[in-house]
């Protein structure tokens, strides 16, 4: 049976850490589930020292997170490859698809009717149809929309068309992130309020972007959190909350480490390497 440790500062710093060995729940798991993650530059940029790659390390040996993020789509051009990045006679299918598109269907609109732009109504439309794929993948297949986060207008370095008009505006990312919740809310589909999270912290415009629209580690960890409390709180079988999944090939072994007087196995396999953060 694997085991885990009631505490842990480092796997590199000795046993003075190590209380006692617990038993680790038998779930009889014989693949690693997929979560993939779905969206735009939010998305495509969460490995680099975001909310992707924070998964990714929580989730190591016990779930593959698989980026599918695209810098600067909306959601249009997100329908146009959806069979293609999730197609339905796929031989393994993802246990949880994260998905979010928004923050480019919510700019300005360009006088040609060109850009990323997308009508309210039809994102709306949009969104309803990927997530109807998603679910139709598999039985076990579960999904998680994000909603539109704020945006630091003051942070943004072009903001303005050649008309003068605001290329993007935290009032219409609200519109936007509404929208999709209520969409959410009518089809029963988790879903995750970004817009009003971030800004549940005070000094939110300084901290969580990099540029006004891009999440820093900061935002990121908000992201992060988030989706942690949705995948915890569901009442998913099997759960996904990365502290009840079992580790891949977590089991004693007879090459493991051990205390130093020989008596008590100490495996490794489901203890993640510590970041500073306490997550949910």
Known sequence: MGCILSTFQSPLSGWGAIKKVLPLQS???TTRPKF???GSSIVQYSYYEGWGATLSHLYARK????????AAWNSRRALQVLDKIFPKNAIEQPSLVIVYFGGNDCTHPFPSGLG???????????????AIHIMSLSDKTRI???SNPPIN???IKINIDDFGNPMRTNETSRIYSEACLNMCREMKIKAIDLWSAIQKIDDWRDVCFVDGVHLSN???EIVTKEILNVIEEAEWKPSLYWKLMPAEFGEDSPYDMVSLDGKININFSD???PDGVEWP
């Open 144 to 146: 998680i929309l994000l």
């Open 27 to 29: 779930w009889g798991a």
């Open 218 to 220: 900061k935002g990121s």
């Open 153 to 155: 207008e003051a942070q």
């Open 116 to 130: 990323p732009h997308v009508p309210l109504e039809e994102y709306v439309e949009n969104m309803r149809k990927i």
């Open 271 to 273: 203890v993640p390497f």
């Open 36 to 38: 993939v993650l779905f």
């Open 63 to 70: 779930a593959d997170i698989v980026l599918r993020g695209y």
